[in-house]
T-cell receptor, first 109, second 114 residues
Protein backbone atom coordinates (compact mmCIF):
# COMPACT_ATOMS: atom_id res chain seq x y z
CA UNK A 1 0.00 0.00 0.00
CA UNK A 2 0.92 3.65 -0.08
CA UNK A 3 1.20 5.94 2.90
CA UNK A 4 2.81 9.33 3.27
CA UNK A 5 3.05 11.13 6.60
CA UNK A 6 4.04 14.70 7.30
CA UNK A 7 3.32 17.03 10.21
CA UNK A 8 0.13 19.02 9.78
CA UNK A 9 1.42 22.41 10.88
CA UNK A 10 4.67 24.11 11.77
CA UNK A 11 5.60 27.64 12.75
CA UNK A 12 8.92 29.38 12.44
CA UNK A 13 10.48 32.81 12.70
CA UNK A 14 11.61 34.96 9.81
CA UNK A 15 15.32 34.38 9.13
CA UNK A 16 15.37 31.00 10.86
CA UNK A 17 15.79 27.46 9.50
CA UNK A 18 12.98 24.91 9.45
CA UNK A 19 12.99 21.22 8.58
CA UNK A 20 9.82 19.54 7.32
CA UNK A 21 9.88 15.76 7.58
CA UNK A 22 8.14 13.20 5.43
CA UNK A 23 7.97 9.44 5.87
CA UNK A 24 6.62 7.23 3.16
CA UNK A 25 5.70 3.66 2.38
CA UNK A 26 5.06 2.92 -1.25
CA UNK A 27 4.75 -0.24 -3.28
CA UNK A 28 7.52 0.84 -5.58
CA UNK A 29 9.99 3.67 -5.48
CA UNK A 30 11.07 6.02 -8.18
CA UNK A 31 11.97 9.19 -6.36
CA UNK A 32 10.39 11.63 -3.96
CA UNK A 33 9.00 15.05 -4.78
CA UNK A 34 8.45 18.23 -2.81
CA UNK A 35 5.97 20.87 -3.88
CA UNK A 36 5.06 24.24 -2.41
CA UNK A 37 1.45 25.38 -2.43
CA UNK A 38 0.22 28.80 -1.36
CA UNK A 39 -3.39 28.85 -0.22
CA UNK A 40 -5.76 28.57 -3.17
CA UNK A 41 -2.96 28.41 -5.69
CA UNK A 42 -1.31 25.73 -7.79
CA UNK A 43 1.36 23.46 -6.32
CA UNK A 44 4.78 24.42 -7.66
CA UNK A 45 7.64 21.98 -8.01
CA UNK A 46 10.51 22.39 -5.56
CA UNK A 47 12.67 19.28 -5.73
CA UNK A 48 12.97 15.68 -6.81
CA UNK A 49 15.27 13.19 -5.07
CA UNK A 50 15.93 9.77 -6.49
CA UNK A 51 19.24 9.01 -4.79
CA UNK A 52 20.11 9.10 -1.09
CA UNK A 53 21.61 12.27 0.25
CA UNK A 54 21.12 15.98 0.34
CA UNK A 55 20.40 18.13 -2.70
CA UNK A 56 20.75 21.85 -2.28
CA UNK A 57 18.99 24.44 -4.38
CA UNK A 58 19.42 27.94 -3.06
CA UNK A 59 17.61 28.43 0.25
CA UNK A 60 15.85 25.08 -0.11
CA UNK A 61 17.46 21.66 0.29
CA UNK A 62 15.92 18.21 0.21
CA UNK A 63 17.22 15.01 1.76
CA UNK A 64 16.33 11.41 1.04
CA UNK A 65 17.04 8.10 2.78
CA UNK A 66 15.51 5.28 0.78
CA UNK A 67 16.37 2.60 3.34
CA UNK A 68 14.49 4.52 6.04
CA UNK A 69 11.62 5.71 3.83
CA UNK A 70 12.38 9.22 4.99
CA UNK A 71 12.84 12.62 3.46
CA UNK A 72 13.02 16.17 4.67
CA UNK A 73 12.82 19.63 3.17
CA UNK A 74 15.10 22.21 4.73
CA UNK A 75 14.26 25.88 4.32
CA UNK A 76 16.93 28.40 5.32
CA UNK A 77 16.77 32.16 5.87
CA UNK A 78 13.01 31.99 6.08
CA UNK A 79 11.00 34.77 4.52
CA UNK A 80 7.38 35.71 5.09
CA UNK A 81 6.58 34.57 1.54
CA UNK A 82 7.63 31.03 2.53
CA UNK A 83 4.38 30.73 4.48
CA UNK A 84 2.65 28.00 2.50
CA UNK A 85 1.85 24.31 2.50
CA UNK A 86 4.65 21.93 1.60
CA UNK A 87 3.60 18.69 -0.04
CA UNK A 88 5.64 15.54 -0.11
CA UNK A 89 4.78 13.12 -2.93
CA UNK A 90 5.95 9.67 -3.88
CA UNK A 91 5.12 7.32 -6.73
CA UNK A 92 2.35 4.92 -5.79
CA UNK A 93 2.60 2.49 -8.68
CA UNK A 94 0.72 2.43 -11.97
CA UNK A 95 1.89 5.95 -12.86
CA UNK A 96 0.19 7.46 -9.80
CA UNK A 97 1.85 10.09 -7.67
CA UNK A 98 0.61 9.97 -4.09
CA UNK A 99 0.64 13.26 -2.22
CA UNK A 100 0.84 13.69 1.50
CA UNK A 101 -1.74 15.93 3.16
CA UNK A 102 0.83 18.72 3.33
CA UNK A 103 2.55 20.65 6.09
CA UNK A 104 1.21 24.15 6.63
CA UNK A 105 4.14 26.41 7.50
CA UNK A 106 3.52 29.79 9.11
CA UNK A 107 6.46 32.19 9.17
CA UNK A 108 6.10 35.07 11.61
CA UNK A 109 8.25 38.15 12.15
CA UNK B 1 3.58 30.56 -14.78
CA UNK B 2 3.78 26.78 -15.21
CA UNK B 3 2.60 26.82 -18.80
CA UNK B 4 -0.44 24.70 -17.96
CA UNK B 5 -3.70 26.51 -18.67
CA UNK B 6 -6.99 25.69 -17.00
CA UNK B 7 -10.38 27.19 -17.73
CA UNK B 8 -12.58 28.37 -16.24
CA UNK B 9 -10.97 29.72 -13.06
CA UNK B 10 -14.24 29.65 -11.17
CA UNK B 11 -17.45 27.75 -11.72
CA UNK B 12 -20.64 28.05 -9.70
CA UNK B 13 -23.43 25.61 -10.41
CA UNK B 14 -26.30 23.75 -8.79
CA UNK B 15 -26.68 20.18 -7.61
CA UNK B 16 -27.58 17.75 -10.34
CA UNK B 17 -25.89 19.77 -13.06
CA UNK B 18 -23.02 18.83 -15.34
CA UNK B 19 -19.85 20.84 -15.96
CA UNK B 20 -16.75 20.54 -18.11
CA UNK B 21 -13.30 21.64 -17.00
CA UNK B 22 -10.64 22.26 -19.61
CA UNK B 23 -6.86 21.90 -19.48
CA UNK B 24 -4.11 22.70 -21.97
CA UNK B 25 -0.78 21.10 -21.06
CA UNK B 26 2.64 22.71 -21.35
CA UNK B 27 3.96 22.82 -24.88
CA UNK B 28 5.47 19.45 -25.71
CA UNK B 29 4.02 17.58 -22.72
CA UNK B 30 2.18 14.40 -23.61
CA UNK B 31 0.77 13.46 -20.23
CA UNK B 32 -2.11 15.12 -18.39
CA UNK B 33 -3.26 14.44 -14.84
CA UNK B 34 -6.38 15.53 -12.97
CA UNK B 35 -6.51 16.06 -9.20
CA UNK B 36 -9.21 17.08 -6.75
CA UNK B 37 -8.42 19.12 -3.65
CA UNK B 38 -11.23 19.68 -1.18
CA UNK B 39 -11.01 22.27 1.59
CA UNK B 40 -8.07 21.45 3.85
CA UNK B 41 -7.56 18.15 2.09
CA UNK B 42 -4.61 16.78 0.20
CA UNK B 43 -4.43 16.38 -3.53
CA UNK B 44 -6.41 13.35 -4.63
CA UNK B 45 -5.34 11.83 -7.92
CA UNK B 46 -8.27 11.26 -10.28
CA UNK B 47 -6.98 10.15 -13.66
CA UNK B 48 -4.06 10.36 -16.08
CA UNK B 49 -3.95 10.46 -19.86
CA UNK B 50 -0.92 9.97 -22.04
CA UNK B 51 -0.94 10.89 -25.71
CA UNK B 52 -4.69 10.49 -25.92
CA UNK B 53 -5.09 7.29 -23.96
CA UNK B 54 -6.04 6.66 -20.36
CA UNK B 55 -2.95 5.56 -18.47
CA UNK B 56 -3.85 5.47 -14.78
CA UNK B 57 -6.95 5.81 -12.69
CA UNK B 58 -7.28 6.93 -9.10
CA UNK B 59 -10.30 7.55 -6.90
CA UNK B 60 -12.44 8.91 -9.69
CA UNK B 61 -16.20 8.64 -9.25
CA UNK B 62 -18.32 7.02 -11.96
CA UNK B 63 -20.10 10.37 -12.37
CA UNK B 64 -16.78 11.85 -13.51
CA UNK B 65 -15.10 11.20 -16.82
CA UNK B 66 -12.22 12.64 -18.77
CA UNK B 67 -10.61 12.53 -22.15
CA UNK B 68 -7.54 13.81 -23.94
CA UNK B 69 -7.93 15.08 -27.45
CA UNK B 70 -5.55 14.79 -30.45
CA UNK B 71 -4.21 18.29 -29.75
CA UNK B 72 -3.41 16.97 -26.23
CA UNK B 73 -5.77 19.24 -24.34
CA UNK B 74 -7.93 17.44 -21.83
CA UNK B 75 -11.40 17.84 -20.41
CA UNK B 76 -12.82 16.60 -17.13
CA UNK B 77 -16.57 16.12 -17.11
CA UNK B 78 -18.42 16.12 -13.81
CA UNK B 79 -22.08 15.13 -13.87
CA UNK B 80 -24.97 14.78 -11.41
CA UNK B 81 -23.08 17.18 -9.21
CA UNK B 82 -23.40 16.98 -5.44
CA UNK B 83 -22.51 19.48 -2.74
CA UNK B 84 -19.49 17.36 -1.84
CA UNK B 85 -18.01 17.85 -5.30
CA UNK B 86 -17.19 21.45 -4.42
CA UNK B 87 -13.41 21.60 -4.57
CA UNK B 88 -10.39 22.88 -6.44
CA UNK B 89 -9.68 20.79 -9.50
CA UNK B 90 -6.11 20.86 -10.74
CA UNK B 91 -4.68 19.70 -13.98
CA UNK B 92 -0.99 18.89 -14.27
CA UNK B 93 1.17 17.89 -17.20
CA UNK B 94 4.47 16.14 -17.66
CA UNK B 95 6.65 15.31 -20.61
CA UNK B 96 6.03 11.58 -20.44
CA UNK B 97 3.95 9.08 -18.51
CA UNK B 98 6.24 7.64 -15.85
CA UNK B 99 6.03 8.46 -12.14
CA UNK B 100 9.50 9.98 -12.23
CA UNK B 101 8.37 12.79 -14.50
CA UNK B 102 7.96 16.17 -12.85
CA UNK B 103 4.36 17.31 -12.93
CA UNK B 104 3.61 20.98 -13.53
CA UNK B 105 0.28 22.23 -12.27
CA UNK B 106 -2.24 24.65 -13.67
CA UNK B 107 -3.85 27.34 -11.54
CA UNK B 108 -6.92 25.19 -10.98
CA UNK B 109 -10.66 25.52 -11.38
CA UNK B 110 -12.61 26.30 -8.24
CA UNK B 111 -15.95 24.53 -8.42
CA UNK B 112 -18.76 25.57 -6.10
CA UNK B 113 -21.88 23.41 -6.12
CA UNK B 114 -24.83 25.14 -4.43
Amino acid sequence: GQNIDQPTEMTATEGAIVQINCTYQTSGFNGLFWYQQHAGEAPTFLSYNVLDGLEEKGRFSSFLSRSKGYSYLLLKELQMKDSASYLCAAPGGYNKLIFGAGTRLAVHP
Amino acid sequence: DSGVTQTPKHLITATGQRVTLRCSPRSGDLSVYWYQQSLDQGLQFLIQYYNGEERAKGNILERFSAQQFPDLHSELNLSSLELGDSALYFCASSAFAGEENIQYFGAGTRLSVL
